[in-house]
């Protein structure tokens, strides 16, 4: 029987306690795996969200105008085909998705790569980081995640968002990414 083996990543926690454990590595990372779960999560009840919503119109429908048996079935069948689609694609694309991220922190600041059929490579280098927020919804927060949100002059990405960290993960990319001791951003 095989195995799937992610390679074990450099952290906090299974570092060697005399090993430089510097966030700016210049290593490409994936997400946080626990984010596809999240995802998934978040996918099954808007699913289930959709798919109740759908069955109340479609009981008030049936109801208000008593429609002949082949429309009630095919309305029915609707209903099936709708939830079953968006269920499975709540359920796939997270994993799929999880594929196409990943991030790299060096002195120089970050790059974020994304996209699944459209492929984009954003670089913030420290200098143009103005401030930067590490948030945590009640269900992230539940799992350990946070988003981490860069903020920079201009408008084109004046907002750059990189959800699915591991929250320690993110406070340091975080202390990292502000101006240290002596440097000035400006």
């Given at each position: 029987m095989a195995t799937l083996e992610q390679p074990a990543e450099p952290s906090p926690g299974n570092a060697a306690p005399?090993?430089?454990?510097s966030i700016a590595d210049g290593v490409e990372r994936s997400l946080d795996p626990r984010s596809?779960?999240?995802?998934?999560?978040?996918g099954w009840i808007f699913t289930g969200s959709l798919s109740s919503g759908l069955l109340v119109v479609l009981v008030i429908v049936f109801f208000a105008a008593s429609p002949a048996g082949w429309v009630t079935a095919l309305l029915a069948l609707f209903w099936a085909a709708t939830t079953l689609a968006v269920g499975w694609f709540?359920?796939?694309?997270?994993?799929?998705y999880h594929?196409?991220?990943?991030?790299?922190?060096?002195?120089?600041?970050?790059?974020?790569?994304?996209g699944v059929f459209w492929r984009k490579v954003i670089n913030v280098?420290?200098?143009?980081?103005?401030?930067?927020d590490v948030s945590q919804g009640p269900m992230e927060r539940s799992r350990g995640l946070g988003t981490l949100a860069i903020y920079t002059a201009g408008t084109d990405y004046a907002q750059v968002g990189l959800g699915g960290l591991d929250h320690a993960t993110a406070l340091?990319?975080?202390?990292?990414?502000?101006?240290?001791?002596?440097?000035?951003?400006?």
């Open positions: 005399d090993a430089p454990s596809v779960l999240l995802d998934q999560l978040v709540s359920h796939r694309w997270p994993e799929v594929r196409h991220v990943s991030y790299k922190v060096d002195e120089r600041g970050i790059e974020i790569r994304t280098p420290r200098s143009r980081v103005q401030h930067t340091r990319i975080r202390d990292h990414l502000l101006a240290g001791e002596g440097e000035d951003a400006v």
